[in-house]
């Protein structure tokens, strides 16, 4: 794929009407404490909480790969979005 191709893609993408929602933006294996029966009681780390695109929460979710296949299990997955945001931070490096 050219990168006039990934340009396009992602304009098309980023740009659509999304909804905002205030965000934690950092929603990881190692901010959320549980109890012993597996409940969780707290969700901890809101300095990059914001409002956001509704595809947001997952994207940043999906940077831990220790908990990758899960984060589509009680996040709605947003895929193209995922990929895009990947891209744009290995040629924005």
Do not use: Q
């Amino acid at each position: 794929m050219t990168s006039d191709t990934v340009r396009d893609h992602a304009l098309k993408t980023l740009t659509k009407d999304y909804t905002l929602y205030y965000t934690h933006g950092d929603i990881a294996p190692h901010n959320i404490m549980v109890d012993n029966n597996g409940t969780i009681t707290a969700l901890l780390d809101w300095e990059d909480t914001s409002f956001y695109p509704e595809y947001w929460e997952y994207v940043r979710s999906t940077r831990y790969t220790e908990w990758l296949a899960e984060v589509g299990l009680f996040m709605k997955p947003y895929y193209n979005e995922h990929y895009i945001c990947i891209y744009l931070d290995m040629i924005s490096l």
